[in-house]
C-alpha cells in the first residue's frame, strides 16, 4: 500500500502575533498511527493516545499542528520522514497552501522526501539566503550612496566631509568587477558634471547583467562614460591593456581645476594592465599563471604587478595630478589594505623590487619567468629605486565604501534572523583551500560532539587540541563557539558560523573549480568521515563576485551525505579533490544540487563561508 501525504504551511495570527500552522494529511489512514514528535496537536480526528519508543503516537485521518518555533517544525519535519519506516513507503506527493516565505517558496510544487530529508531543505534554504543577504548588502549602488553625497544646490560634492567644487570638471575611470554598478551610481549623481569616463569590466557584464535584470548595475544609454570589456578569466588580456591605455591618456590631460574619482573594486588588477616595456602582455599573463598556480597569496601577485606595470602602485594617481583625486573603493582583499587592491594605482607602493625578486625564488619560478621580467627586476635592483613619498603626504582622497566586514556582518543578523545563534570567526582567513576546508570539517566534528557531551569529553578535548595545534585556530575562538553551543542547545536553536577572506588553491591537477569549491569539497571529505547522528551540518563557501576560479559557479553547498551520494554513483570524491575537479563532481552529483550558481553579481568583496549546525 501507498500512503500520500498531504501537508500546507502558513503563517496566522494568534493574539496579535505570528504563529506557524502546519496541517497533515494522510490517506489512508495509517494504521500505526502519525509521529510528529514538537508542536501541539490543537485539532485531530480518530485521536488515540499511545507510547512507541517512548515517543506520543496519534492515530488520525487529519491533523493540524502550531509550531511558535520556527526550529520545531524543522524538527517535526524530520520526525515524519523518520516515522515513514512505520508505513509502506509513504511519500510526500503535494505541497499546497504554502504561504511561508521562511520555510518553502513560490506556488506548490512536488517535494520527494524519500530523496532529500525536509529538514535538509530547510537549513539549505537558510545558508543560501544567509549567503545572497551578504552579497545583496554590498552591491554598488548603496555602498556609493553611503559615503558620497550632492549639495541640495548640485555645485559640491562631499565625500568622507571632504567637498570638491563641481562645475561641469568631473572625470570617471574605473576599473573592477563591481566598477559597472559603482559608475551608474556615479553617473546618476554627478550626470550633468561629468565630461568624460571610462569604466574597464569583465567580458560579458552588460551582457549577463542585462539578462539578469539588473540593468540598474549599467550605466545608461546617454552616459558619458565608456564602457570596456576585457580580462577573460579574470585573466589580463589586449582588451584590457587598450582600455588601460585609454585611461591613461584621459587623466595625464587633466588640470587642477579637475576632479577625477577612480572606481576601483576586486578583479582590476586584470583589467587595468598596462606592462613596463619592454615586458609584454605575454610576458604578464605567464608570471601570473606561474604564481597562481604555485600558490602565490594575492599580497604576493599583487607585489609584482606594482613594480612590472605602468599605472599600478600608485602610478595612475601620479599621471593625474594636479587633479584632485577621489578613490572610491570597494574591497577585496584581507585586512582592506588599499595598497593591495586593484594592486593600489592611487596608492603608494612601499614595495620594492628586491621583493619581487624573493616571491619568485620562493615558487622556484626563477629559471621559469620571462627572462624580460627577471632583466626589468634587476636593473630596478641595480638602479636602486625607492619609493620617496610615505603616505601621510600621499596626495588624493580615498574612501573605502564596502568590504567582506560589512558583508559577514549582514550574514550574522541574516543568520540570526533566520533563528539561529550566529558568530563572526572574521574576515581575514587565508591559507591553502584544501587545509582550511579540513579545519572547517573538524569544527563541525567538534560542534556536533559538543551538543551532547561534557566539555571535558576526550574526544571534544582532542579535536579542540588538533584545531588549536594543526589548524591555528584561536583558543577563545573555541571558548567562544563552546558558550554559543550551550546557549543554543538550551533553547532548541542551530549554530551558524560566518567568516570571510581568500584562500589560495596550489593547483596539481587539470580540473575545473575554484577555491570555493574546492574547500567545500576537502570539508564535504572531512565530514564523510564522522557519523553525525545528532546533528545536521550545512557547508557553504561562495566567492562574492559570483565567479569561482575556472568554473561558472560563484561555489558549493554541502552536508554530510555529499560524499555517499557521489560514491553510490561510483564516483571517487579524492580523485576529483587531487585533480582540482571540484566543480565537475557538484555538477555530476544529484544534477548539480549542490552548486551555487548566482551568475556576476556586479559586486565583489572576497569569499563568504557560512557553517550551519543545528541539532535534530
Not at 558634471?193 to 549599467?218: A, Q
Not at 584562500?503 to 580540473?511: D, Q, R, S
Not at 550545512?538 to 557521489?566: C, H, R, W, Y
Not at 554513483?569 to 563532481?585: A, V, W
Request: aromatic share 6%; glycine share 8%; hydrophobic share 40%.
Amino acid at each position: 500500500m501507498t500512503y500520500t501525504w498531504y501537508t500546507g504551511v502558513q503563517w496566522q495570527p494568534l493574539n496579535g502575533h505570528p504563529l506557524l500552522v502546519l496541517h497533515v494529511t494522510c490517506r489512508p489512514t495509517p494504521r500505526q498511527g502519525l509521529f510528529l514528535g514538537h508542536g501541539h496537536i490543537y485539532q485531530t480526528t480518530r485521536k488515540h493516545s499511545g507510547k512507541v519508543a517512548g515517543v506520543t503516537v496519534i492515530r488520525m485521518w487529519a491533523a493540524t499542528c502550531k509550531f511558535h518555533s520556527r526550529h520545531h517544525l524543522q524538527n517535526s519535519w524530520k520526525r515524519i520522514l523518520q516515522i515513514q519506516g512505520f508505513f509502506c513507503q509513504p511519500r510526500i506527493e503535494q505541497i499546497s497552501g504554502c504561504q511561508s516565505k521562511r520555510f518553502f517558496h513560490g506556488q506548490p510544487r512536488r517535494l520527494l522526501s524519500q530523496d532529500i530529508p525536509p529538514i535538509t531543505m530547510a537549513v539549505r534554504e537558510d545558508i543560501l539566503n544567509i549567503f545572497n543577504s551578504a552579497i545583496e548588502s554590498v552591491l554598488p549602488r548603496q555602498m556609493v550612496e553611503r559615503v558620497v553625497s550632492l549639495s541640495e544646490d548640485g555645485c559640491s560634492l562631499t565625500v568622507n566631509n571632504e567637498k570638491f567644487l563641481l562645475k561641469k570638471n568631473v572625470y570617471v575611470v574605473g576599473f573592477g568587477k563591481a566598477v559597472s554598478g559603482m559608475a551608474r551610481a556615479i553617473d546618476d549623481l554627478l550626470h550633468d558634471h561629468i565630461i568624460k569616463g571610462i569604466i574597464s569590466i569583465p567580458v560579458g557584464s552588460s551582457e549577463h547583467l542585462t539578462m539578469k535584470g539588473k540593468s540598474d548595475l549599467l550605466v545608461g544609454e546617454n552616459s558619458k562614460i565608456e564602457v570596456h570589456e576585457g580580462a577573460e578569466q579574470n585573466l589580463p588580456d589586449e582588451a584590457a591593456v587598450r582600455a588601460s591605455l585609454a585611461i591613461r591618456d584621459l587623466v595625464s590631460d587633466l588640470t587642477e581645476e579637475d576632479v577625477l574619482i577612480v572606481l576601483i573594486s576586486g578583479g582590476g588588477s586584470a583589467l587595468l594592465t598596462a606592462p613596463c616595456p619592454p615586458i609584454t602582455l605575454r610576458d604578464m599573463i605567464t608570471v601570473t599563471r606561474m604564481l597562481s598556480t604555485a600558490g602565490a597569496t594575492i599580497f604576493e601577485l599583487n607585489t609584482i604587478r606594482k613594480n612590472l606595470e605602468l599605472l599600478k602602485g600608485g602610478k595612475l594617481l601620479e599621471m593625474a595630478l594636479p587633479a584632485k583625486v577621489i578613490s572610491l573603493v570597494l574591497s577585496d582583499v584581507v585586512g582592506d589594505q588599499l595598497d593591495m587592491i586593484a594592486s593600489g594605482p592611487t596608492q603608494p607602493n612601499f614595495s620594492s623590487a628586491e621583493e619581487c625578486l624573493k616571491i619568485i625564488e620562493k615558487y622556484d619560478l626563477g629559471n621559469k619567468v620571462p627572462t624580460s621580467i627577471i632583466e626589468f627586476i634587476q636593473k630596478k635592483v641595480e638602479s636602486g629605486v625607492r619609493p620617496a613619498v610615505p603616505s601621510d603626504t600621499w596626495p588624493g582622497t580615498t574612501s573605502i565604501i564596502g568590504s567582506n566586514d560589512f558583508a559577514t556582518t549582514i550574514a550574522c543578523s541574516k543568520a540570526a534572523e533566520l533563528g539561529y545563534f550566529p558568530f563572526l570567526m572574521g574576515n581575514s582567513l587565508e591559507g591553502e583551500a584544501n587545509t582550511v576546508g579540513q579545519m572547517f570539517g573538524k569544527l563541525a566534528k567538534f560542534i556536533s560532539l559538543s551538543f551532547t557531551s561534557q566539555p571535558n569529553n576526550s574526544r571534544v578535548k582532542a579535536l579542540q587540541a588538533e584545531l588549536i595545534g594543526k589548524f591555528d585556530v584561536p583558543k577563545s575562538t573555541l571558548s567562544s563557539i563552546s558558550s554559543l553551543i550551550s546557549k543554543a542547545f538550551s533553547a532548541g536553536h542551530g549554530i551558524c558560523l560566518v567568516s570571510g577572506g581568500e584562500t589560495v588553491v596550489n593547483v596539481k591537477g587539470t580540473g575545473t573549480g575554484g577555491r570555493a569549491q574546492q574547500m567545500v569539497l576537502s570539508t564535504a571529505v572531512q565530514l564523510n568521515e564522522f557519523s553525525f547522528t545528532n546533528c545536521h551540518v550545512e557547508f557553504l563557501s561562495g566567492a562574492t563576485d559570483g565567479m569561482d576560479g575556472s568554473s561558472d559557479a560563484a561555489g558549493a553547498v554541502v552536508n554530510p551525505d555529499f560524499i555517499k551520494q557521489a560514491q553510490l554513483m561510483g564516483l571517487d570524491p579524492e580523485l576529483y579533490l587531487n585533480n582540482n575537479d571540484s566543480s565537475n563532481l557538484f555538477k555530476a552529483v544529484d544534477k548539480g544540487s549542490s552548486l551555487v550558481v548566482t551568475g556576476l553579481t556586479g559586486t565583489n568583496v572576497m569569499d563568504i563561508q557560512i557553517m550551519i549546525v543545528t541539532s535534530v
